[in-house]
């Protein structure tokens, strides 16, 4: 992602705030959406017509940039678009700023909130979002240096702005999903990346056999996954980007995953079963983390460590286990069924997996406080391999419910799915918080 940062310094670097008034208004600006509540209401924005300021038209990479916040909004279900045409009086505005804005006609047409964008000179841009109802500045950003390649980090900086200055959680634009996807002829499976929106998709392995299970490193350099080929299987580790490949006895490498502290722990065969290793800096088993005879496979870890998901079959079939990295106490959170693909939120306050019914797979999702199971996702098809996002509310999961293996995200909540553009059959999403805030 060395790439993707390299470019964001270029394009943004003078990113510029407003005013101090602007900037210490935004900073009162209370948080409107609450999207970690036991229910989600839904709010409604509209886009005023891009503009040169103080008047006139806008340059020609205006058009393009309102297109590509409107569909970074669009996979917001808590933010709703009111439609251009339905603002009586249009979406012109007489300025940019709160003292030239009339706010009822936005009113009238059921906004929450109001985006105007200002172009002072071609190479500039100034994005604010006011309170449709109070006229309250809720983010005000200016980018300069703004050119046909920077426009989409320009938006997804200004969208990751405002879902933060929303919701408290702006990590959704910040985010990069690495996921497996065919590749050439043949049943070769490589890893790919791209941005959860569908931008930037790039090619990251080139191996023969299938690449399954990628996990980013918390510093997001680096991806680690198995490599099942034809005589082999391997720990594949993607980094600067080339690919380190490791074998080790038992020819068993199952579902690797990062720790918050940068080691890797993974499935190996050391014994007559797979259990779980931590590996140290050469990527040799350091310590197991479980073992104890019975299949231990899939580790998914919290953002402060001390917690660790996993699956066991010691009961018989596969249940998902929580174990308390400091004590060593094991919670069992699954009794029934076939359960697989634990992810813990990074929070540590919910844990998401995949369940196999009678009408297929489906996305479960376990409150480790309270105990409550929810189902949140329905198919048709099957669902699987959920992924919590860096801000514990977007689930990406890997569904056939179109025919063909895709990958989707929906919320905590259980909203309705949107599929995340990959251009070919994909599986195994993983999230890397690549960007910076």
């Not at 140290?280 to 479980?290: F, I, K, N």
């Not at 890997?398 to 059959?425: C, D, F």
Request: aromatic share 10%; hydrophobic share 35%.
């Amino acid at each position: 992602m060395r790439a993707h940062r390299t470019l964001s310094s270029l394009a943004l670097a003078l990113v510029l705030t407003l005013s101090l008034a602007a900037v210490a208004a935004a900073q009162k600006a209370e948080l409107n959406i609450n999207i970690y509540g036991a229910g989600e209401s839904r709010s409604f924005i509209a886009l005023a017509d891009p503009m040169a300021t103080p008047s006139g038209d806008a340059p020609p990479l205006a058009a393009e940039l309102q297109s590509l916040i409107r569909t970074n909004l669009s996979f917001l279900p808590f933010l709703g678009i009111v439609p251009r045409e339905g603002v009586l009086g249009g979406s012109r505005l007489n300025g940019v700023t709160r003292e030239n804005i009339d706010f009822r006609r936005f009113q009238l047409a059921g906004a929450d909130y109001l985006m105007t964008t200002g172009w002072p000179n071609p190479g500039t841009v100034e994005l604010r979002v006011y309170e449709a109802f109070g006229s309250n500045l809720v983010v005000g950003k200016a980018y300069a240096q703004v050119d046909k390649q920077s426009l989409p980090r320009v938006a997804d900086k200004f969208c990751a702005a405002l879902m933060e200055a929303l919701t408290g959680s702006g990590e959704f634009f910040r985010s990069t999903l690495a996921f497996v996807r065919a590749s050439g002829p043949g049943t070769n499976r490589n890893i790919y990346t791209v941005r959860p929106t569908g931008r930037e998709l790039r090619q990251i392995s080139n191996e023969e056999g299938a690449c399954l299970s990628p996990s980013w490193s918390p510093n997001a350099n680096s991806i680690v996954f198995s490599i099942v080929a034809e005589r082999y299987h391997y720990l594949g580790l993607w980094q600067g980007g080339s690919v380190k490949k490791v074998r080790y006895p038992g020819n068993t490498v199952i579902a690797p995953d990062f720790t918050p502290s940068g080691q890797i722990a993974v499935s190996l065969t050391q014994k007559n079963q797979p259990d779980i290793f931590l590996l140290g800096a050469d990527l040799q088993p350091q310590r197991p983390l479980v073992q104890d005879g019975s299949i231990n496979v899939s580790p998914s870890f919290s953002r402060n460590g001390q917690a660790m998901a996993y699956v066991s079959d010691r009961f018989g079939s596969p249940h998902i286990f929580v174990r308390n990295l400091a004590t060593g106490h094991d919670q069992r959170i699954t009794y029934s069924g076939y359960n697989t693909d634990p992810s813990i939120s990074p929070d540590g306050s919910l844990v998401a997996f995949t369940r196999m019914t009678g009408g297929g797979h489906r996305i479960y999702l376990y409150d480790i406080k309270t105990g409550r199971e929810q189902q949140i996702t329905f198919g048709p098809g099957s669902d699987e391999q959920p992924a919590f996002a860096p801000d514990n509310y977007f689930v990406a999961f890997s569904s056939s419910r179109s025919g063909s293996r895709q990958i989707y995200l929906t919320t905590r909540h259980g909203t309705e799915p949107i599929q995340v553009p990959t251009n070919g059959p994909a599986g195994f999403p993983a999230w890397g918080l690549t960007d910076a805030p």
